[in-house]
T-cell receptor
């Protein structure tokens, strides 16, 4: 079993839809949770960085962590064609980026 | 502010050849990371530097991979000899320090034939 599981998609939604991206994990030591966006042929870009359980909002993006279920989510409201990319979840037992484990990524396509 | 620069962007080599990648981090960033991203997978950390010292190289295949960061600024990652399974995108990232946001470069796509 992989430490971090993420549905690879692809996920196709119409413009304006609410998108839900999810990851599950098995390592209870993970305390810090991240979401990255990766456009084709580009490096990943950090979108959200959260600690422990709860919600964090940044514009159209909301990150949600449920440590009791070992489940994290990223919601995108009012999705735009420019949101079309691969979204990677990542998590770590410690603050910083040294022991980060990435998911495999979910490819999202927002159709105009 | 200039981002993380990497070169070359693409490289095709035959197995058993050697190859080197170069990374220039964002100015002033003390921490530098090299990742390997195989198609369809998330990035895997190969090595992390803090200034010119190694913080973590536990996942670096040291029999064939080497990396250095002389003078604590730019860095090179070398593979010698390359294997077919080394085909991947090699990403460089940098951050101000160990816990600040990391910024990725565009990556170098390596194809080993």
């Amino acid at each position: 079993q992989k430490e971090v599981e993420q549905d690879p998609g692809p996920l196709s939604v119409p413009e304006g839809a609410i998108v839900s991206l999810n990851c599950t994990y098995s390592n209870s030591a993970f305390q810090y949770f991240m979401w990255y966006r990766q456009y084709s042929r580009k490096g990943p870009e950090l979108l959200m960085y959260t600690y422990s359980s709860g919600n964090k909002e940044d514009g159209r993006f909301t990150a949600q962590v449920d440590k009791s279920s070992k489940y994290i989510s990223l919601f995108i409201r009012d999705s735009q064609p420019s949101d079309s990319a691969t979204y990677l979840c990542a998590m770590s037992p410690a603050r910083g980026y040294q022991k980060v484990t990435f998911g495999t990524g979910t490819k999202l396509q927002v159709i105009p | 502010e200039a981002g993380v620069a990497q070169s070359p962007r693409y490289k095709i080599i035959e197995k058993r050849q050697s190859v080197a990648f170069w990374c220039n981090p964002i100015s002033g960033h003390a921490t530098l990371y090299w990742y390997q991203q195989i198609l369809g997978q998330g990035p895997k950390l190969l090595i992390q530097f803090q200034n010119n010292g190694v913080v973590d190289d536990s996942q670096l295949p040291k029999d064939r991979f080497s990396a250095e960061r002389l003078k604590g600024v730019d860095s090179t990652l070398k593979i010698q000899p390359a294997k077919l399974e080394d085909s991947a995108v090699y990403l460089c990232a940098s951050s101000l320090d160990l816990v600040e946001t990391q910024y990725f470069g565009p990556g170098t796509r390596l194809l080993v034939l």
